[in-house]
């Protein structure tokens, strides 16, 4: 759902599922930050494995705490993850993490990814290469580092690598309305662009096919 009233917007798995709710109301849903989080979570407890396949109760390892083993449900050959039980919900239905939730995750984030790769191997570069990710806008200054780059949103870069910056737009906006100088740079930086069509790249189907399955571990531990 949106992020709006009712949207779980933070998931985090301790000793319990913890979670947050915009507008400190009862959860109606997920919004787009709370699915990044679950997804990366259960990668971490194993529950989600490479593949993006939420596996069932008889499949998790044996060291999987027993308060996540009684959250897996499974019927119709289908697994999925309880994150609210009926009673705390809004609409008193229970809300699950679905498979077909995980699969349309893999697909945004291994499109974002798949043109991050051929962008960089255009460039001549590693993501070691990169001194700074900027992530902008509302829905990217909600974004938890760790858990984007869990799932292959975000390059494995370190922590402090990865900067939020804001409303972007709004702030190149009023530099240029205000400043001569900063006008003519954004109009340097305009013409030394280069558009890059994916679709029309002999490499994006295959990078695509592989930036799907998720990354195997998690990097440095970022401070959210």
């Known amino acids: 759902m949106r992020a709006t009233a009712g949207a779980i917007e933070k998931i985090v798995i301790q000793d319990d599922v913890f979670f947050n709710v915009i507008g400190n109301s ?4 997920l919004c ?3 699915l990044i989080d679950t997804v990366a979570e259960l990668l971490r407890f194993g529950i989600i494995d490479e593949t993006g396949r939420i596996l069932p109760e008889n499949e998790v390892a044996g060291d999987i705490p027993r308060f996540l083993r009684a959250r ?17 919900s809004a609409s008193k239905e229970p809300i699950y993490l679905w498979q077909k939730d995980v699969r349309e995750l ?10 991050i790769n051929i962008l960089l191997r255009r460039a001549g570069l ?7 990710v900027l992530l902008a806008g509302a829905f990217g200054n909600f974004i938890r580092r760790n858990n984007a780059r869990r799932i292959g949103l975000l390059p494995q870069i370190p ?7 804001g409303n972007a737009a709004s702030l190149g906006a009023k530099l240029a309305l205000l400043s001569v100088h900063e006008r003519k740079l954004a109009q340097e930086l305009g013409e030394k662009a280069e558009h890059i069509d994916l679709s029309l790249d002999a490499e994006f189907q295959a990078e695509f096919g592989t930036a799907m399955i998720f990354p195997g571990q998690d990097m440095d531990v970022c401070q959210e």
């Open 159 to 165: 922590c402090d690598h990865i900067r939020f910056i």
């Open 72 to 88: 897996l449900i499974s019927s119709d050959g289908e697994t999925r993850f309880l994150l609210v039980e009926a009673k705390d």
């Open 26 to 29: 009862d959860p109606v849903g």
């Open 106 to 115: 893999q697909l945004a984030a291994g499109a974002i990814r798949a043109g």
């Open 32 to 34: 787009g930050t709370a």
């Open 126 to 132: 590693t993501p070691g290469d990169l001194h700074q």
